[in-house]
Nanobody
């Protein structure tokens, strides 16, 4: 059973950078595709970016592709999300998620494992 715990959220100024970490336990990340999702009040949870089991495939959603990066360290069982040039619309609860698929998929239904989320608020 994979357990996930996000950290690094908080209040960030517009134009700043966000670095989130996700600590995993209970399952090796070399057998798990990982992703970050976010959810703003009144909106559906949306895919932000993901990384494959091996780490060779990684991508962010097109609207964030120039500002976002996802990485992981299988040996440390850690997954990371960085978003630069933050905007107020980036305000959301950010979730780390794990899937048994080989590559990260955008549909949240493929993810059986979820962290509790961390609040990120971008001040204008």
């Amino acid at each position: 059973q994979l357990q996930l715990r996000e950290s690094g959220g908080g209040l960030v100024q517009t134009g700043g950078s966000l670095s989130l970490s996700c600590a995993a336990s209970g399952r090796t990340l070399s057998t798990t595709a990982m992703a970050w999702f976010r959810q703003s009040p009144g909106k559906e949870r949306e895919f932000v970016g993901g990384i494959s089991r091996s780490g060779q495939i990684r991508y962010c959603v097109e609207s964030l592709s120039e500002r976002c990066s996802v990485s992981k360290d299988n040996a440390k069982s850690m997954v990371y999300l960085q978003v630069n040039n933050l905007k107020p619309e980036d305000t959301a609860v950010y979730y780390c998620a794990g899937s048994t698929t080989i590559t990260p998929l955008r549909n949240s239904s493929f993810y059986a494992y979820w962290g509790q989320g961390t609040q990120v608020t971008i001040s204008s």
